[in-house]
């Protein structure tokens, strides 16, 4: 099954433990602590919207692009209720380009880390990098190794991993341990990576 079809199907079945009704804390922390101005920016992997809905409210100029149609279809309802304006586009990000490039920023909340192979990583890098104007900031959490061991779920990877994939087009700014934003009582670890590109 491809990456949209079975994204398709989660969201159809309602299992989509990572749609958690609001904007991921590691995202807006960034955004307002470093600060990162309001300017054109690419969320990848945008699920129903919550994130861009939230970069919009701060008057980021937002495209959000997602696999599933259903999901896209729900951040439109998202951002129409919210009365922010936000472009959503149902593509499958490694292989296509979106609209309105070059963006400033690119944010991907679990999308780099759903790639098991260090190849795969790094076209994933490559295509964020030619998304982004020259000195762009790509904000990623990714799923992190020194989690508890499990059976199922997305990669998981180590600093190294990640620095092998994106090394070649950016420069890591930070890189630290942190968690996802989740209702769950015990949230995912994770690693919070803000780089630039080259």
Same mark, same amino acid.
């Given at each position: 099954?491809?990456?949209?079809?079975?994204?398709?199907?989660?969201?159809?079945?309602?299992?989509?433990?990572?749609?958690?009704?609001?904007?991921?804390?590691?995202?807006?922390?960034?955004?307002?602590?470093?600060?990162?101005?309001?300017?054109?920016?690419?969320?990848?992997? +945008?699920?129903?919207?919550?994130?861009?809905?939230?970069?919009?409210?701060?008057?980021?100029?937002?495209?959000? +692009?997602?696999?599933?149609?259903?999901?896209?279809?729900?951040?439109?309802?998202?951002?129409?209720?919210?009365?922010?304006?936000?472009?959503?586009?149902?593509?499958?990000?490694?292989?296509?380009?979106?609209?309105?490039?070059?963006?400033? /920023?690119?944010?991907?909340?679990?999308? /780099?880390?759903?790639?098991?192979?260090?190849?795969?990583?790094?076209? /994933?890098?490559?295509?964020?990098?030619?998304?982004?104007?020259?000195?762009?900031?790509?904000?990623?959490?990714?799923?992190?190794?020194?989690?508890?061991?499990?059976?199922?779920?997305?990669?998981?990877?180590?600093?190294?991993?990640?620095?092998?994939?994106?090394?070649?087009?950016?420069?890591?700014?930070?890189?630290?341990?942190?968690?996802?934003?989740?209702?769950?009582?015990?949230?995912?670890?994770?690693?919070?990576?803000?780089?630039?590109?080259?």
């Amino acid at each position: 099954m491809s990456v949209q079809n079975r994204f398709e199907e989660r969201y159809r079945a309602g299992d989509t433990p990572w749609d958690v009704g609001k904007p991921d804390f590691n995202l807006t922390d960034i955004v307002t602590r470093r600060p990162i101005p309001n300017c054109r920016a690419l969320g990848i992997g +945008c699920g129903t919207g919550d994130n861009a809905v939230w970069l919009a409210q701060q008057n980021f100029i937002v495209t959000g +692009c997602d696999t599933s149609e259903i999901a896209i279809q729900k951040a439109i309802e998202k951002a129409s209720k919210a009365e922010v304006k936000c472009t959503f586009v149902v593509t499958d990000f490694p292989n296509h380009e979106i609209p309105g490039a070059p963006y400033e /920023f690119v944010f991907d909340r679990g999308c /780099f880390h759903s790639y098991a192979s260090n190849a795969e990583r790094t076209k /994933f890098a490559n295509n964020v990098a030619h998304h982004l104007e020259k000195g762009g900031l790509w904000l990623s959490i990714i799923s992190s190794a020194d989690d508890q061991p499990r059976d199922f779920g997305p990669p998981r990877h180590t600093a190294r991993e990640i620095v092998t994939a994106v090394e070649p087009y950016f420069e890591i700014l930070s890189l630290t341990s942190s968690h996802f934003g989740s209702n769950r009582p015990n949230p995912p670890r994770s690693w919070v990576c803000l780089m630039q590109k080259r």
